[in-house]
């Protein structure tokens, strides 16, 4: 239901939706709560096979959005219920002087998943299509060569054992205005805030319609987008945790066998007290 359709147009879905939950907020909680259990098991058996099993499968999850959306938030509430040892994360900030000597790719592949491991991009490569299209950074046959160069990045991860989920967390202008307004308000929220966040407000639209052209050139079997209604906070957790539950369920990651006489070793156990 969250899968992008080839022809996105992201005025056609609902910021305020919660697409197949029926809840509310307090049923929402609730559903998240019960699900951390499922999630960290199947991390826990993904992470434990891949050190002593056989698979070598990797999960790469790239969380886009514009500010207030709740990119956090889910690294929170829902990466922070699994075992942090297989968790990869990493926030992609504007690229620095020597990232700049590279091809646009290059800190982002720098950054991938070992075998085994969760990988979490907050913000990643679309940052280098999206803004440089939204501010004019990059000349328009630049950014059409780094789509396509996107498009063959993740088929080669895809091809090497990587479940690349990439999430588009859609709110409304509305609502992070509110958001923003909160973090004015709240001391404790001043250091998430930036003059900037106002600024790119001034060009909502451009950024709407940058977003709706890399989903539209990138948007492959191999590495599909969803696009979250992410209005309420609580829908997108539970709509990320059950993205990567499937992802993990489809895995199928079992508990590696012992290497050694269990019975033996119990015997050696108990002959130590």
Do not use: C
């Amino acid at each position: 239901m969250l899968r992008a359709p080839q022809h996105v147009s992201l005025a056609t879905i609902d910021p305020d939706s919660t697409p197949g939950y029926g809840g509310r907020k307090a049923e929402g909680k609730e559903t998240l709560k019960m699900a951390d259990d499922v999630l960290s098991q199947l991390q826990e058996r993904y992470f434990a096979e891949s050190r002593i099993g056989e698979k070598k499968d990797r999960v790469l999850l790239i969380l886009q959005a514009m500010d207030t959306a709740g990119k956090g938030g889910i690294v929170r509430h829902v990466i922070g219920s699994v075992d942090p040892q297989g968790v990869s994360h990493h926030a992609f900030k504007a690229p620095t002087r020597a990232e700049l000597r590279h091809d646009f790719l290059w800190r982002v592949e720098r950054r991938l998943p070992e075998e085994g491991m969760l990988g979490v991009f907050d913000r990643s490569h679309y940052e280098d299509v999206l803004i440089h299209r939204v501010r004019g950074l990059s000349a328009p046959e630049e950014i059409e060569r780094r789509y396509g160069a996107i498009r063959d990045f993740e088929a080669g991860l895809a091809g090497s054992g990587t479940r690349v989920i990439k999430v588009m967390l859609h709110i409304s202008k509305g609502e992070q205005h509110d958001r923003l307004a909160e973090r004015l308000d709240r001391p404790d929220k001043h250091w998430k805030f930036s003059p900037a966040d106002i600024d790119e407000r001034a060009v909502w639209d451009d950024y709407m319609e940058a977003y709706e052209l890399a989903i539209r050139q990138t948007n492959t079997d191999e590495a599909p987008w969803y696009v979250v209604p992410a209005n309420h906070k609580w829908y997108a957790r539970i709509a990320v945790q059950q993205l990567l539950i499937e992802a993990l369920e489809d895995i199928d990651p079992q508990w590696p066998a012992a290497d050694f006489d269990v019975k033996e070793q119990k015997r050696r156990l108990a002959a130590s007290v």
